[in-house]
């Protein structure tokens, strides 16, 4: 759906009250050490995650310091991939907010914190099956981008209905000086996100959906090895001739890339990742527990054949 052309296709939304911002920047110990714009940005919000609080923060931080003085070592000032492979943790207010600018030929696309800073750039390949997320901005001066290095990788089918996220190499491997070796301890390429894209009726509409496939990071009997997300479906509203959801912390323009996700299952549709379009070329990312800041990306990313 797009304004002024009277089509019904997508997703539009109504204005509500914003969450609060992304505490993004906090100093930790580390922090004179590492790149000051956006190095430990995403750790003041993993204090309070499962993980920090089921096998003792003290000795999940000391291990962390023995990563980062290692990349250090080898010229590298960015924060550790590992870091952007933690879940949030759920916050009481609701969705913890980023932001997504796209490039006007829309191969581009970099995440921010909601406090304007950079996390990460993911690059669209030529052949339109391949897409490359980095933890450095090309036009940054410090001149440590390396295209051939991703942190991250998405690669679909012909179709561009399925998607997977991989992590190629971990921390130790990736910035290893041969390029294609790997360490023992992580084996290589692991997948860390599966999509699926089908379009559903809805009224006098067509609606987008997904289903999202993500490892569980829970030693929980009740929660499965791997976690279901299913597209909240809109409702097709007459007065606005479109399908409709309601982007609670955003105002929202009307895009056939919306979209909601809640796990499967969950009675109450509670919302663990929203995308959509707040400007021409900028777009809300907003989620929470059980994603990681990688895999909302790509979700969000997913989407960029959509229209």
């Not at 993980?51 to 003792?56: E, L, P, R, S, V």
């Not at 379009?199 to 929980?220: A, K, L």
Request: glycine share 8%.
């Amino acid at each position: 759906w797009q304004a002024g052309t009277g089509t019904r296709h997508g997703v539009s939304a109504r204005r509500l009250l914003s969450h609060p911002s992304l505490p993004c920047g906090r100093p930790l110990r580390l922090m004179g050490l590492l790149h000051e714009g956006c190095a430990t940005l995403l750790s003041p919000l993993r204090r309070g995650s499962p993980h920090a609080k089921a096998g003792g923060a003290k000795a999940w931080e000391d291990s962390r310091d023995v990563d980062v003085w290692d990349i250090m070592e080898k010229g590298l000032a960015r924060e550790l991939v590992a870091d952007f492979m933690e879940p949030l943790p759920e916050a009481a207010f609701g969705l913890w907010k980023f932001s997504v600018e796209r490039s006007e030929d829309r191969t581009e696309h970099r995440l921010y914190c909601n406090g304007s800073e950079f996390l990460m750039y993911a690059k669209l390949a030529r052949d339109l099956r391949r897409i490359d997320i980095h933890l450095y901005d090309p036009t940054e001066a410090s001149n440590l981008f390396d295209a051939q290095r991703p942190a991250f990788s998405m690669t679909c089918n012909s179709a561009r209905t399925e998607w997977s996220l991989y992590r190629d190499r971990c921390d130790n491997c990736r910035h290893t000086a041969a390029r294609n070796e790997v360490c023992r301890c992580c084996g290589g390429r692991s997948e860390l996100l599966r999509v699926r894209h089908e379009d559903v009726e809805i009224g006098d509409g067509v609606n987008h959906c997904m289903d999202v496939y993500v490892p569980s990071t829970r030693s929980d009997p009740n929660v499965g090895e791997t976690i279901h997300l299913v597209s909240k479906m809109p409702t097709w509203n007459d007065s606005v001739e479109c399908l409709v959801l309601d982007f609670k912390g955003r105002n929202v323009l009307a895009s056939a890339k919306n979209f909601q996700l809640a796990v499967d299952g969950d009675d109450l549709e509670r919302v663990v990742c929203q995308y959509s379009k707040v400007g021409g070329r900028s777009f809300g990312l907003d989620f929470t527990y059980p994603l990681t800041v990688a895999q909302a990306f790509g979700i969000s990313l997913s989407t960029a054949f959509w229209a």
